[in-house]
């Protein structure tokens, strides 16, 4: 990932560390679980294409009608210190 990294533009991605079991955080794991849920779960395919066109039509199906998630916080306002409670 470094690597491929350092052959971008300088300022194009900025790395946002998210807190352990943070992942709900993470917008492309919840996208893709989602797609999981609502196209993936249960299907039966007979090949590796026919597995990724449908992936493709349900990327096309989803950007019909896109919807914009403004994030609400500032990384400077969240708490990320030790979130275990005692």
Request: hydrophobic content about 35%; proline content about 3%.
């Given at each position: 990932?470094?690597?491929?990294?350092?052959?971008?533009?300088?300022?194009?991605?900025?790395?946002?560390?998210?807190?352990?079991?943070?992942?709900?955080?993470?917008?492309?794991?919840?996208?893709?679980?989602?797609?999981?849920?609502?196209?993936?779960?249960?299907?039966?395919?007979?090949s590796k294409?026919?597995?990724?066109?449908?992936?493709?039509?349900?990327?096309?199906?989803?950007?019909?009608?896109?919807?914009?998630?403004?994030?609400?916080?500032?990384?400077?306002?969240?708490?990320?210190?030790?979130?275990?409670?005692?």
């Amino acid at each position: 990932t470094k690597n491929f990294l350092a052959t971008m533009p300088e300022g194009r991605f900025e790395f946002v560390f998210t807190p352990t079991h943070g992942s709900w955080l993470n917008m492309i794991e919840s996208f893709f679980g989602k797609m999981t849920k609502q196209m993936l779960r249960g299907i039966r395919v007979q090949s590796k294409q026919e597995l990724v066109n449908r992936i493709y039509q349900y990327f096309k199906e989803v950007n019909q009608d896109p919807i914009i998630y403004h994030w609400k916080y500032k990384m400077d306002e969240i708490d990320i210190g030790n979130t275990n409670e005692t």
